[in-house]
Structures are given as C-alpha cells and as structure tokens.
C-alpha cells in the first residue's frame, strides 16, 4: 500500500536517509534545505512517497497566503526524484496535495534528474537554460571542447602566477561579509537576499567547499562549490568590483575539485536572462545546454481562481510568475 511521509527538518538523520540509493542534487539535501531555511522561514520538510520497493522524495516549503496554503521546492534544482518509474505517482502526489488542503504548488525541477513518469506534461513548463559539464570525460578532452578564446585563457592560468586562495577563514570571512553588497550592485532578485545565518552555515557546510582569487593579503572573489556524489554546482561566486576578472580560473578550479571526487556532473546555472552575457560565459567552457522546467500544480481550483481575482491576476494564466496571487507586482497593483 502506497505510503506518504513528510520528514522535518528536525531529523537529518531520517532526511539523510530517504535520499540514499537515489541519485540527488545539492537542494534536495538538509543541509541545503535548513540553510534557506534560515532565511525563509517556511515550515519546510523532505516528502516521501514509498510504493513497495519504489522511493520518490522531494523537499517542499509552506507557505501562508490569505489563510490558505501553497507549496514551493526551496531555492535551487530539485524536484522529485526517485530510484524507479512510478506511473501511478501524479495521481498518488495529487491525492496527498489535497489531503493537506494546498492550493497549488510550483516545484522546480532539475534537468539532469527528471522522471517523466512523476508529473503530467500539461504542468511541465519549460523557460529557461542550464549548462552543465560532464565530468567523466578527460581534463584533456574537456579542454578540447572549450571555446577557443577560453581555452587560451585556461592556459595562459595554468602558465602564469597562481592567484588563487585557500585560506578558510579568510574566504568565509570575506563571504560574509561582501555577499549582500555583491547582489546589490548586481540589483539582484529578493532571491538573494539570503539572511546571514543562511551564509554562516552554508560557508561552514560540510558538502560546500570555498575557493578564492586576488592577492594572499586580499582576496578580491569567493566561489562556493556545492555538491552531492552525483552532481557538483557552481553554488555562488562573489566577487569586490574589479574581481569578476577571476571568475573563469575560479570555474576551472572547482572543475578540478569535482572530478578529483569523481563527481560525473557539474552544473554551471544559468544566465540571468536567456542568452545573456552570464550565459555565454558560461556556454564558452563547452557546456550542454539543457532546458530548465518546473511544475505548476493546481490542487485547489476554486480558491486558486478567488485568490488570483482577488490580487488583479487572470487564474487561467500560467506564463508567469506562479502562484500569481503571491506575484509582489499583483499585491501593489490590487492596491492601486
């Protein structure tokens, strides 16, 4: 008999342990859960779905709206991943979501872990790039993939002065501390606006390593490396102005560091928009492009329907921003 089980962030161990035997990312870990956690808020838990021999997990957040609650896969690539096909899951996953009461869920998904067999594809939409690496080839024969400039640049670093830095305490020091001046340059989304208690513990996460550039007395650039035994990501990198100039030596030495750990996949993120200079940097390391998609679910449709009228949103509209009662740009405008 099919079984469901939501295991909170306050059992790790229990966590730790739905995810072994199936191959995950870095967001579907605890460790990445509590940390956005710790800046969210959002009652947040790993749902379990267990069918015989079958396992499918995905963690999920709640969150409050007008006395009604919807659901959202915390910041990163996640979504629901498994160690078998399950064709019965979406109707199982749908029965679950209304037994809770929720009234739609957006669930991001990650490209190299889909199951199609988990979701119907009438809530699949597609909207945006990764690019990823596969590690299992050769260093020799990634470097041959390479863009022609980039591969120049890859060896004029391995032929000239070593500007990296390794010194812990002095890269989580200058996380810390340059991380939300680094967005706000960047005029970043609310999505980064992490709490400080999100960036002390991820800099201190055991599945997180930290790599720095400039001069051993100034570290001008940190990048963070976060990764599970299946798949390494290019988590963040903050830079001081003028410090972007490391960002390509700091992209090749995480590449390094995930192989060493025989990771098969490195995955790069996107651009900020499709196609832009964020995303061509890094389509020139000989990247694969893969299409980023999520689910938006609706289990609820009557008060879907009454909490998008109320905010000034058609309920019929799935193009953008989802759920879009919950939209900052709907709330000011049913202001008006």
Same mark, same amino acid.
């Given at each position: 008999?099919?079984m469901?089980?939501?295991?909170?962030?306050a059992?790790?161990?229990?966590?730790?342990?739905?995810?072994? &035997?199936?191959?995950h990312?870095?967001?579907?870990t605890?460790?990445?859960?509590?940390?956005?956690?710790?800046?969210? &808020?959002? @009652?947040?838990?790993?749902?379990?779905?267990? *069918?015989?021999?079958?396992?499918?997990?995905?963690?999920?957040?709640?969150?409050q709206y007008?006395g009604h609650?919807?659901?959202?896969?915390? $910041?990163?690539?996640?979504?629901?991943?498994?160690?078998? /096909?399950?064709?019965?899951?979406?109707?199982?996953?749908? #029965?679950?979501?209304r %037994?809770?009461?929720?009234?739609? &869920?957006?669930?991001?998904l990650?490209?190299l872990?889909?199951?199609?067999?988990?979701?119907s594809s009438?809530?699949l939409?597609? $909207?945006?790039?990764?690019?990823?690496? *596969?590690?299992? #080839?050769?260093?020799?024969?990634i470097?041959?993939?390479? /863009?022609?400039? #980039?591969?120049?640049?890859? !060896?004029?670093?391995?032929?000239? @002065?070593?500007?990296?830095v390794? *010194?812990c305490?002095?890269?989580?020091?200058?996380?810390?501390?340059?991380t939300?001046?680094?967005?706000? #340059?960047?005029?970043?989304a609310r999505?980064?606006?992490?709490s =400080? /208690?999100?960036?002390?513990?991820?800099?201190?996460? %055991?599945?997180?390593?930290l790599? &720095?550039?400039?001069?051993?007395? !100034?570290?001008e650039?940190?990048?963070?490396?976060?990764?599970t035994?299946?798949?390494?990501?290019a988590f963040?990198?903050i830079s001081?102005?003028?410090?972007?100039?490391?960002?390509?030596?700091? +992209?090749? =030495?995480?590449?390094?560091?995930?192989k060493?750990?025989?990771?098969?996949?490195?995955?790069l993120?996107g651009?900020?928009?499709?196609?832009?200079?964020?995303a061509?940097?890094?389509?020139?390391?000989?990247?694969?492009?893969?299409?980023?998609?999520?689910?938006?679910?609706?289990?609820n449709?009557?008060a879907?329907?009454?909490?998008?009228?109320?905010?000034?949103?058609?309920?019929? /509209?799935?193009?953008?921003?989802?759920?879009p009662y919950?939209?900052?740009?709907?709330?000011?405008?049913?202001? +008006?």
């Amino acid at each position: 008999m099919p079984m469901h089980r939501c295991i909170p962030l306050a059992s790790p161990a229990e966590w730790r342990e739905a995810l072994n &035997g199936i191959r995950h990312a870095f967001a579907h870990t605890w460790e990445s859960c509590y940390a956005m956690h710790l800046t969210t &808020g959002f @009652p947040t838990y790993l749902y379990c779905f267990e *069918d015989g021999e079958t396992r499918i997990v995905c963690p999920l957040s709640e969150r409050q709206y007008e006395g009604h609650v919807d659901i959202v896969t915390p $910041y990163g690539f996640s979504g629901f991943i498994g160690n078998s /096909d399950c064709p019965a899951f979406p109707r199982e996953w749908t #029965r679950f979501a209304r %037994e809770r009461g929720y009234v739609c &869920g957006y669930i991001q998904l990650n490209p190299l872990l889909e199951n199609h067999t988990y979701f119907s594809s009438n809530e699949l939409h597609r $909207y945006h790039s990764l690019y990823v690496l *596969d590690l299992t #080839r050769s260093i020799d024969e990634i470097t041959a993939r390479l /863009d022609r400039g #980039r591969r120049k640049q890859i !060896q004029a670093i391995a032929n000239g @002065p070593a500007h990296l830095v390794f *010194d812990c305490q002095a890269l989580r020091r200058f996380f810390l501390e340059q991380t939300a001046a680094f967005f706000h #340059r960047k005029n970043a989304a609310r999505l980064y606006q992490f709490s =400080e /208690d999100t960036l002390s513990f991820l800099a201190s996460a %055991e599945n997180v390593a930290l790599v &720095g550039a400039g001069a051993p007395e !100034q570290v001008e650039a940190v990048a963070l490396t976060a990764y599970t035994p299946y798949i390494g990501e290019a988590f963040l990198q903050i830079s001081r102005p003028g410090g972007e100039r490391y960002a390509a030596e700091l +992209v090749w =030495e995480r590449l390094k560091f995930l192989k060493s750990r025989q990771i098969p996949w490195m995955n790069l993120g996107g651009g900020v928009t499709e196609h832009d200079g964020v995303a061509a940097f890094k389509a020139r390391f000989g990247t694969t492009r893969l299409a980023l998609g999520c689910l938006k679910q609706v289990y609820n449709p009557s008060a879907y329907a009454l909490l998008c009228r109320q905010a000034g949103r058609e309920p019929t /509209d799935l193009s953008g921003y989802f759920p879009p009662y919950h939209d900052p740009r709907a709330r000011e405008s049913a202001h +008006v």
